[in-house]
C-alpha cells in the first residue's frame, strides 16, 4: 500500500497516510503548541515552568485545563512581587556569619583603596595565601 503515481504524475496519498497525518501529527502539533504556551504562562506567573510544560505534554487538554484552574492571578502574583520587593528593601541579605569573617579575615588583606584591576579596573584584593592580587570581578589572579 505505497504512493501510487497517476498517470498526470500526481502522487496520491493512500488512505493510511491520510489517517496518520489526522490521527497521529495534527495531535502532537497542538500538544505541543499547548505545551509551550503552559510553559510561558507559567513562567510569567512566576511559576514553574517546566512542570507545566511536562504536565502540558503529557496532559494534552486535561494538563490545560488544570493549568487554567489552577494558575494564580496576575494581580495575585503583582501582590507577590510587590511583598517579596518591600522584604528585600527591609531585610538586606545576610552579613558574613563570625567563621566567614575569620577565615576573610585570616587569608586575605585589602588595601585602603584597592589595587585596580588592569582588566576592568574594579577594585582588586591581596591574597596573602597566594602572595597575589586576586579580582573578584573577572575571578582571576593578576
Not at 493512500?14 to 489517517?19: A, N, R, T, V, W
Not at 494558575?71 to 531585610?91: A, D, G, I, L, T
Amino acid at each position: 500500500m505505497g504512493v501510487m503515481i497517476l498517470d498526470q504524475g500526481v502522487m496520491q496519498i493512500p488512505l493510511l497516510g491520510g489517517f496518520c497525518i489526522a490521527f497521529v501529527l495534527i495531535p502532537t502539533i497542538v500538544s505541543i503548541l499547548i505545551a509551550v504556551w503552559m510553559y510561558q504562562d507559567a513562567e510569567k506567573r512566576d511559576e514553574s515552568g517546566i512542570l507545566w510544560l511536562i504536565v502540558g505534554l503529557l496532559l494534552n487538554l486535561i494538563g490545560l485545563i488544570l493549568w487554567l484552574v489552577v494558575r494564580p492571578s496576575m494581580e495575585e502574583v503583582e501582590r507577590k512581587r510587590h511583598m517579596r520587593s518591600q522584604y528585600q528593601q527591609q531585610y538586606p541579605p545576610q552579613y558574613p556569619t563570625r567563621y566567614q569573617q575569620h577565615h576573610q579575615q585570616q587569608y586575605t588583606y585589602q588595601s585602603p583603596r584597592g589595587k585596580p584591576c588592569p582588566h576592568c579596573d574594579h577594585g582588586m584584593r591581596y591574597i596573602q595565601e597566594y602572595g597575589r592580587w586576586y579580582c573578584d570581578r573577572c575571578r582571576s589572579y593578576r
